[in-house]
């Protein structure tokens, strides 16, 4: 495995590895890429696996993004785990790690910013502002850098995965996305770096937000349909200190709220617990098992 720290260094050894790849013809192999933050866990692994599984290269980007935290965030808190992180990406057969210090990826004056409409008026975007098009910006510039083939994002930031998907459209990336489920604790939490956050009540409250989102899934396909009860169902799950953000059945692509649910909406829900914010969602299946 091979690991970049600067975006020359990642463009040559991109290059060096897929001439390796197919040295005779011309045929290109396909590069997938996992842009993460790092401290990965089961859930990123889950999405290297994929790739790997997928693609003949396989990169992963590790850089704790600056420009999505507003100020007051966890953008110092956020734990930071380089060794171990190597570590997974060697075992996993990872060719590629690109891990840039802020200066390859900000320069001091840089100027640029990439806004996505619509998508990002609610739910995070409205809880977090200039989240997104932190994300955006940052997406852009690693997809830029690497050229993937295909880039693999989790399904626990669904309202994320739309904007980006949204941006790639937009700006014509030629690039493939793609989403993969989420990955739970065994009590059904979603996998998340924010969980070495919780601790003891917090962390056994923190559950409740899935199984909320169970209850109302069961609700949905016993034949529910009017969002409002739907939500009430989830809502009467959660435990103290459990403190919802927002809570909403939505159109998958558009993202807008519904006021009667059907098959294939996407329910989407924040929460805080004592100082940490989760979130997570599920996509509404009639009468079988939900969709994470
Ligand atoms: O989902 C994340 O970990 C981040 O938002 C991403 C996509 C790596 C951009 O910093």
């Not at 956020?78 to 990872?94: N, W």
């Not at 435990?239 to 909403?248: C, F, G, M, S």
Request: net charge negative; aromatic share 8%; charged share 25%.
């Amino acid at each position: 495995m091979e690991v970049a720290y600067t975006i020359e260094e990642l463009r040559q050894a991109r290059r060096r590895i897929c001439v390796a790849f197919a040295p005779e013809d011309e045929r290109h192999p396909r590069v997938g890429f996992v842009p993460t933050m790092g401290n990965l866990h089961e859930g990123h692994m889950c999405l290297v696996k994929r790739m790997t599984d997928e693609c003949e290269v396989s990169v992963v980007s590790i850089f704790v993004n600056p420009t999505q935290f507003a100020p007051g965030e966890d953008f110092d808190e956020y734990p930071r785990t380089p060794d171990a992180d190597l570590m997974q990406c060697e075992d996993a057969g990872v060719d590629l790690v690109f891990f840039p210090e802020e200066d390859q990826l900000y320069l001091e004056d840089h100027s640029t910013e990439i806004v996505v409409h619509r998508l990002t008026e609610r739910y995070c975007g409205a809880a977090r502002p200039g989240h997104f098009a932190g994300v955006a910006l940052v997406v852009a510039k690693l997809l830029n850098i690497v050229q993937p083939d295909i880039a693999y994002f989790g399904q626990k930031d669904y309202q994320q995965f739309r904007v980006i998907e949204r941006m790639v459209r937009d700006l014509d990336f030629p690039v493939a996305l793609s989403m993969c489920a989420t990955v739970r604790e065994s009590d059904g939490l979603a996998m998340s770096s924010r969980n070495a956050y919780l601790k003891g009540d917090d962390r056994k409250a923190a559950a409740t937000i899935y199984q909320g989102l169970q209850v109302l899934a069961e609700a949905f396909a016993a034949g529910e349909r009017d969002s409002a009860a739907l939500k009430e169902a989830a809502r009467a799950e959660l435990a103290e200190p459990v403190r919802l953000e927002y809570l909403e059945i939505a159109d998958a692509w558009s993202l807008e709220p519904k006021q009667s649910a059907a098959r294939g909406d996407v329910v989407l829900v924040a929460a805080h617990v004592g100082e940490t914010r989760l979130i997570d969602n599920i996509v509404l299946a009639a009468g079988e098992e939900n969709a994470n």
